[in-house]
Each structure stands twice: as structure tokens, then as C-alpha cells.
């Protein structure tokens, strides 16, 4: 009942998701600018899609973010066993290819959040807004177990998302207290690195997955 009102509210923010997403590009497209925010939420926009997101193609958002999680944890427990300087190598050069792996059959997924540690992660257009409605569900006091947020794209697109919540294992290389070894290997890979000084429990970000219309 209360997912039924939240994709409701989801729907009507597709319109300004779709606007920020546009904005992502460093240059902004020849002859054209972003249109300015409006104040006014009752302005005629684009017809936003309001329909439920399509059920097989979350269901499929949903495969694709589990193997995404499965697989990375699996390649990140092998890697902190040689050591987690190693892991981080591993972390630096794998996670990136195995999104791309998992990335087949009209599905793209990833990982944001909004502290990145690669600035490529950093969450902004519609996986910001997923990220806001986890966010307010801790806020709320709501745990995020089980949590997941779905909304109808533009073109038949389906976008799919999930929390990732810190467990102490993450803490080694994302708490408040990191090796002096591993703190170096950090900084050598990522200078601008924002993902330190979270606790368990905390949310940390998010798996995401776009998922095509069907052909
Ligand atoms: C061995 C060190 C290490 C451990 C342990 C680790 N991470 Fe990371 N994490 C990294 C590195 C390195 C990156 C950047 C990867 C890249 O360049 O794409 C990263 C990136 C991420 C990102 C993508 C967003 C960003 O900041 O770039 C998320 C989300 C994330 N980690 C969550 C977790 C969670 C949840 C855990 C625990 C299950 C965890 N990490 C454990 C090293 C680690």
C-alpha cells in the first residue's frame, strides 16, 4: 500500500529526473540550455510517465542488481584474503568491468552514491531521487531492509534500485579508522576520495539498473 503511493510520487518526479539527467554532460548541447528550475509544480511539463513501472522488467532490474552485489563481494572477499591493499587494486580495476559484465541483454547497472570515491559514482538524475526516497526511509525511522525503489523511464525504460548499507567488512576500507597501508593505497587511486567515515548500518549508496523497453 504505502510502495502503491510511493511509486506514485515517483512517477511525478520522472520529469525533473529526466531534466537533471540531461544536465550530466559537462557541455551543455549546442544551441540549448537546461530549462531553469521552476518554482511552480502546477507549470505544464512534458507528459511525465505515470504508469507503474513494468513488473517483468523490475523483476529483471532486480536479477541484474543481485548478480552485480554477488559478484562483487565475491571478487572483494577472495581479494582481502591476499591482503587489502591488493583488494583495493582489485576494487580500482574490477568493479568497474564486472558492471560492465553484468551489463547485457538491455540492462545496465552500476553503483552510486553521494560521496564517491571514483567521481564516476557519484549519484545524480534519477539515481539521486532513488537514493532521496532511501534516505527518507531512514529518516523516517524505517529500516531499509528489503528496500528497493522502481520507476517508469522515458522510451519504456524501467530504472531499478537497491540500498547498500555498510557491513563491518566495508568499514576496513570505508570507516573512520583505516590502516596507515591502506589509507595510502587510497590516496594513490583516489585523491578526491569521499567514502570514508561511514559505520555499520549506515547507507552507503546504491545498485542501480536500467533496464531497456522490450523489443
Ligand atoms: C578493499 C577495500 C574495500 C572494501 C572492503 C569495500 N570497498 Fe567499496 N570501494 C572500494 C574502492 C577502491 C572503490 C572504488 C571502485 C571504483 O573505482 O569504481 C569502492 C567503491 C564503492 C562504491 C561505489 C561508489 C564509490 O564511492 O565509488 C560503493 C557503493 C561501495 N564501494 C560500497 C561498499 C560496501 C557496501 C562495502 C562492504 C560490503 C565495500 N564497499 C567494501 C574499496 C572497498
Given at each position: ?9 515517483v ?42 513501472p ?96 522502481s520507476a517508469a ?6 530504472r ?56
Amino acid at each position: 500500500m504505502s510502495r502503491r503511493s510511493g511509486l506514485v510520487v515517483v512517477g511525478s518526479v520522472v520529469a525533473v529526473s529526466v531534466a537533471l539527467a540531461a544536465c550530466k554532460g559537462d557541455a551543455p548541447a549546442p544551441g540549448g540550455r537546461a530549462q531553469p528550475a521552476s518554482d511552480a509544480p502546477a507549470a505544464p511539463v512534458a507528459p511525465a510517465p505515470s504508469s507503474a513501472p513494468d513488473a517483468a522488467a523490475v523483476a529483471r532490474g532486480k536479477q541484474a542488481t543481485g548478480e552485480l552485489k554477488r559478484r562483487l563481494i565475491t571478487r572483494l572477499t577472495e581479494a582481502m584474503q591476499v591482503g587489502t591493499p591488493e583488494a583495493i587494486e582489485v576494487c580500482n580495476t574490477q568493479a568497474p568491468e564486472i558492471a560492465a559484465a553484468v551489463s547485457t541483454g538491455g540492462v545496465t547497472v552500476g553503483r552510486a552514491t553521494r560521496k564517491p570515491r571514483n567521481p564516476a559514482n557519484l549519484a545524480d538524475g534519477w539515481q539521486a531521487e532513488a537514493l532521496a526516497s532511501f534516505e527518507a526511509r531512514v529518516a523516517a525511522g524505517d529500516g531499509l531492509d528489503g528496500a528497493s525503489w522502481s520507476a517508469a523511464g522515458p522510451g519504456g525504460t524501467t530504472r531499478y534500485a537497491e540500498p547498500l548499507v555498510i557491513q563491518p567488512v566495508c568499514t576496513v576500507c570505508h570507516g573512520d579508522a583505516i590502516a596507515r597501508d591502506v589509507q595510502a593505497a587510497l590516496a594513490a587511486r583516489y585523491p578526491d576520495d569521499q567514502a570514508t567515515g561511514y559505520r555499520v548500518g549506515e547507507l552507503r549508496g546504491l545498485v542501480w539498473a536500467e533496464v531497456a523497453a522490450a523489443p
